[in-house]
C-alpha cells in the first residue's frame, strides 16, 4: 500500500466563485504513481467547499442562489461580530469541505459529467487544498 499527499495552491478572484479543478487533482495523480486507490481531496479552510457535479455555468449560478436563499449574506449572525462572514462559514458546513473518490488504472473515476469543484465562499484569497491518494 502506497500513500502519496500534495498540496495545490490556487487564488480566487471573487467572493463566491467556484473553480474547477479536476485538471489539477489528475496531475496529481499522475505525479503519485498510484493506479488504484481511493482519492481524498481536502479543503484547508473553513470558508470553503468542495463537491463533485457537473461543471456548467447555470448550474454554479443556480447553486448559488439556493446557498444565497437559505444563507443570506445580511443577517444577525453572532460571528460577524469576529470577522463578518458567518455565512461564508455556514454555506461551507452545508457543502463540506472534502470528496472522496475511487481511483482505477491510473485516472479518478469521474462520470461524463463529472468535475470536482472547489467552491470560494470568503474570497478573494489564496487557498489551498490537499490530495491524498491511497493504492497500489
Known sequence: MKTYTEVSNLRSQKRIEIINVSSQVRQVVERSGVRDGIILIYSLHTTTGLYVNQSERNLETDLETLLGKLVPQQNDYKHNAIDNNADAH????????????PLTNGDVDLGVWQSILFVEFDGPRRRAFITKIIGE
Open 90 to 101: 455556514l454555506r461551507s458546513i452545508l457543502l463540506g469541505n472534502y470528496v472522496a473518490l
